[in-house]
């Protein structure tokens, strides 16, 4: 699973890698290096305007969500909590996700993210990120969850929500974990975020595992255990 992960990216910076054509941050995008469920993250996603002409091009934009998916049928954002991981190999028939896996996709940007490898009584925890330094593109889901206890013309009765995707640990995190989240390469990106493309199955082939080597892990400093703590030297190796 993906639980906890790193995200210090600021937007001019996300702007230009992944393309972004509107920026739509309702708040500051502060620089977070201990993301944990429900707190808020960057996304990237691709919608029509809502009074746009049905044959006006999709814009691709950057967004704030909370993470925690909170389908549109739920009664609380509460179950977000423990909808922050979709199974990929459920997703598909899942109440919580199948909608959402056909029309709303999106990529959560990281900088890596942390897993805990237990051996004799402790946990250890890693940094997991690409070896090549740019940052990782996780496949995520959003929604959005209408609060009914609110006036839906206000902006606070739409609560954007997300999950990450998770698959099989390859090699270089299966020693550690094993599950980690599915990443979309740049070449499957456009494709992955199409809003049009409503088919299931064939967004599910656009994942595929990283190629070997990719990826890289290191361990660090029992601080991350403590969402309290947050900062750059989370991310500083430790002796293993």
Not at 5 to 20: G, K, M
Not at 181 to 188: F, G, I, K, Q, T
Not at 197 to 204: E, K, S, W
Request: proline fraction near 10%.
């Amino acid at each position: 699973m993906c639980g906890r992960y790193a995200a210090s990216r600021n937007p001019d910076d996300l702007v230009e890698e992944f393309e972004v054509e509107r920026v739509e941050l309702r708040h500051p995008l502060e620089p977070d290096y201990n993301v944990a469920p429900t707190k808020p993250v960057p996304a990237v996603l691709t919608r029509r305007d809502r009074d746009a002409p049905v044959d006006s091009p999709p814009v691709r934009r950057l967004r704030v969500l909370r993470w925690g998916l909170v389908p549109s049928w739920a009664k609380d954002v509460r179950i977000g909590s423990r909808l922050i991981n979709a199974r990929v190999e459920t997703a598909a028939e899942k109440p919580a996700f199948r909608k959402a896996l056909a029309a709303r996709r999106c990529l959560l940007p990281a900088d890596g993210f942390y897993e805990w490898y237990a051996e004799e009584g402790r946990k250890q925890p890693y940094f997991i990120h690409r070896a090549d330094g740019h940052p990782l593109a996780m496949a995520g889901l959003y929604e959005v969850w209408r609060d009914p206890a609110l006036d839906p013309a206000e902006q606070e009765a739409w609560v954007w929500t997300c999950t990450v995707l998770t698959t099989e640990a390859v090699d270089e995190v299966g020693r550690i974990h094993d599950r980690m989240p599915l990443l979309v390469e740049r070449a499957a990106w456009a494709s992955w975020l199409d809003p049009g493309a409503t088919d299931p199955a064939a967004a599910l082939a656009l994942l595929a595992p990283p190629s070997p080597g990719e990826l890289e892990a290191y361990p660090v400093s029992t601080r991350v255990n403590n969402v309290a703590h947050n900062g750059a030297e989370l991310l500083d190796p430790v002796p293993a």
